[in-house]
Structure formats: C-alpha cells, structure tokens
C-alpha cells in the first residue's frame, strides 16, 4: 500500500511534494547520528503528476492507512518558545475533530536533514516508526495515527518513506503477519539489503499539519534549506476501528 495522500486539491499536493532517494549514515561522517541511520539524499525533484496520483487515497483506503493534509487557526504567540509550548496545550487542533491531549513539542533549528533525536543515546535517528500501540505486523495500520502541526516561526517537512512497514516486512522475512512488533531495525535492513525505498517530503508552513500512521510509514521531520527555528505540536489519535465481522 505505501503512502496514501489526501489534499485539497491535486496542484497543492504536487506543488508542497518533492522525492529523493535515500542513504544510510556512517559514524565516521555522520557524527551526529546512529549508525546505519536511513537519511534523504538531497537530491530533491518535484513530484511528477504520476507518482501524485499514485499516491493519492482512493475511496476504499482504510483510514488508518491515510495520511491528510490539514490546516490549523493558530492564536497569536508572545515572545519566546515558551509561548508555543503553552498555546499548544490549550489547543482544539482541529476544532473537536481531534483529541485534545497534547503528546509534546518539539523546536528544532534550521538546516538539519532530519529532527528526531534520540535522547538515550544524544544522536538522530533518520526515517523510523513509532511504536506508542505496539500492534504486530498484520494489525499495524489499526494503530493511532498522530497529529503534526508546525507552530513556526519558519517552515519544516514532513518526511515519509514511500513503502510502509508491512510492506517492508514482508519483503524482509516473507512472512504477511509476523506477531513481533516492527522496527525502525526493519527499515535500516531493508535498505542496507538495497531494496527500493524513496523518501517524499511535504513542506508545512506555519499552521499546516498532517495525520499521519507513524507506526505504519518510516517518517521524520525536516528543516534542512531553511533558515528560522520551528516548532511541531503532536497530538495521538482515537484507536482505529476494528473491522465488522463477515
């Protein structure tokens, strides 16, 4: 299945995505993250309207499968990070549409190839998925997906892998419902065994913002060409529904 988009309009989908290929880090160059992290080449071209219709989610895409592109009336901040931080836990993102209960913020400095930092061990980890329901393989895109707003003041990417972790999975070990849970090990694999991944990235303004299944797409943020800090505000969905019984 991979990505699955949805967006106001088919031009704003092709002119806020762009696609590149990507690679893994080395310690002796890429001190700043894990080894064998999965990262963007910056070799950035604009989607073609075929690889955007690809993309696009079709009437029987499962919601939990979905990625939506939204907007969010932000209020006005004062002064200093804080403010953010602050605006954002008294936030409706999207206006009783959904939960309310902040999951974090995040404020990261312009230019860096990839956000997510993980703190245990003081180094960036690349293109990974999230694991807050730890569903297994087959049960996976039942998982909550997750609310992504950019607070500004600059603009940031959202990064996805073109595959997602079942997909990946199923490539991997050739198994269609494995019980463990899947990894960000099971996407470094993939790509050291050089099977085909690729990696969209959707540029956020301040105000825009994404649902997206974390635990289902390789994913990251991005402030790489740009040069003012921003701010992103997560939200965790509702638990996806179960499927009606035949």
Known sequence: ?????????FADLIGRCEIATVRQTSGNEDEDYDEGAVVPVDDWQPLTREEA????ARDATESGR???????????????????????AGLDPLNGRWPTELLGCVLSRGGLTTTTRDHSIDQRIGLHVDNFDRRPQATRHRSRRRL?????????????GDRDIQEIR????GVAAGENWPHTDDVRRYVAEGRPLRCLRIRLEQGDGYLAPTELLPHDGS?????????AAFWLGLEQPEPPRP
């Open 1 to 9: 299945m991979g990505i699955r988009l949805i967006s106001d309009s």
């Open 66 to 88: 979905l990625v939506e592109l939204v907007r969010c009336e932000l209020p006005l901040f004062g002064p200093g990070e804080h403010s953010r931080r602050d605006a954002a």
């Open 148 to 160: 992504g707003v950019n607070l500004g003041p600059g603009p940031r990417y959202l990064l996805l």
């Open 170 to 173: 199923q490539e991997l070990y």
């Open 53 to 56: 219709d690809r993309f696009r």
């Open 223 to 231: 402030t790489l060409g740009t040069d003012a800090p921003s701010t």
